[in-house]
């Protein structure tokens, strides 16, 4: 298949590319690399893909940019489109609103417009486990109520779900969203917490523990991200002939239109989580017990029998083995266990630290061989 994948050089992106490649598609790129974090490390990731599994073109545009989304498709006409570029980050949201409806609701219009001009077999989006809000039932159901969004970045992916929602009931797009839950692994995003918590505890920092730590997360290991998403990109939702008007399924519609959720169906308690990041990195952390943050949910478990069922998806990998692979990554990208670690990872996450000095210190994958090519 011809896919295009928006944001390529982010986390799940470039993974996503990754597996694509490696599975024989045709792959286009599309990335803003914008400076939400350091580009370099966006940089870094399409050097990675490039070098594990080959070359792809690779288009430096904005989701905001209509014309130019317009004349992608017009010129590339994929059969799928992954669209996974978003303004991300619940308390980013809270500072920076109108990023979010720039990016996440006239970029992902700009995107439906482009399935609808050029039409497409199939098109599956990011939504997030965000959308469950102030629901409180757990596990999350897709059947659940989403109406009670806690941040501006939740409702903006919940308006994703109902503007696809309307394309595919207008135009008769395939469309399948998919709410993930809590994603870690290799090449994470630095505002996440498995980077800022390592960071801190080899800088000696304490971690900030909101809701004084008393959260669960269902952490879900990049890879099974990824074999979900993949599992789905072939059976593109036809109209649920059960669906009934009068008493409406939340997840199907009489259009081709469905949601999934994508998590590794285990809630975990935020210390645990610590305690297994401390024994993989060496080292103790310092704890900081903080107030709930305004925008958290307190727990998220997701059900994801609905996957299972229509793809016999299957989590895989456990936390203790996803952190093993995330501290080993972490470590020898950001040169931990050298003399001046802490000082080098904090210029490296901040974007400030010369390019080649990671790369001189880091054989094997990580040193790029591969240009990028942009279209």
């Given amino acids: 298949m011809k896919v295009l994948v928006t944001g390529a050089a982010g986390f799940i992106g470039a993974h996503c590319v990754r597996r694509l490649l490696l599975d024989g598609h045709e792959v286009i790129g599309l990335d803003n690399f914008n400076d939400y974090y350091a580009p ?19 288009r430096r545009l904005d989701l905001g940019d209509a014309a130019g989304i317009a004349e992608l498709f017009a010129s590339q006409r994929p059969e799928v489109v992954v669209h996974l570029a978003a303004q991300a980050g619940v308390r980013h949201s809270l500072s920076h609103p109108q990023d979010y409806v720039q990016s996440n609701l006239a970029g992902f219009l700009n995107i439906l417009e482009g399935c609808r001009q050029q039409p497409v077999q199939h098109l ?19 059947q659940d109520n989403v109406d009670h969004p806690l941040s501006l970045y939740a409702a903006s992916k919940k308006a994703n779900e109902l503007m696809a ?31 800022q918590f390592a960071q801190a505890i080899v800088e000696g920092r304490p971690l900030r523990l909101f809701n004084h730590g008393r959260h669960r997360r269902d952490f ?6 990824i074999e979900g998403l993949v599992r789905l990109l072939a059976q593109p939702p036809r109209p649920d002939p059960h669906w009934d008007r009068e008493r409406p399924r939340a997840e199907s519609s009489m259009a081709p239109w469905r949601l999934y959720n994508i998590g590794g169906h285990r809630p975990i308690a935020l210390t645990d989580y610590i305690d297994t990041l401390e024994r993989h990195l060496g080292r103790k952390a310092q704890r900081e017990l903080l107030p709930l943050q305004p925008g958290d949910v307190l727990d998220t478990y997701a059900d994801v029998s609905e996957l299972q069922r229509d793809t016999g998806f299957q989590p895989q990998v456990s936390l203790e083995e996803g952190l093993a692979r995330f501290v080993s990554w972490f470590c020898h990208y950001y040169r931990i266990g050298s003399p001046d670690a802490a000082a080098l990872s904090s210029a490296a996450m901040a974007g400030d630290l010369p390019h080649e000095v990671m790369r001189n210190e880091c054989p094997g994958k990580l040193v790029p061989t591969t240009k990028l090519r942009q279209g």
């Fill in 40 to 58: 370099a490390l966006k940089e870094d990731r399409v050097r990675w893909v490039c070098q594990e599994a080959g070359d792809f073109p690779l």
């Fill in 124 to 142: 599956v989006y990011a939504s997030s486990s965000s959308v469950y809000g102030a629901n409180q039932h757990t596990p999350y159901s897709v």
């Fill in 165 to 195: 929602h309307s394309y595919s009931h207008l135009f008769g797009i395939p469309a399948t969203g998919l709410r993930f839950f809590t994603v870690y692994g290799p090449w994470g995003r630095p505002d996440m917490s498995p980077i």
């Fill in 220 to 225: 879900t290991y990049i890879d099974d991200i």
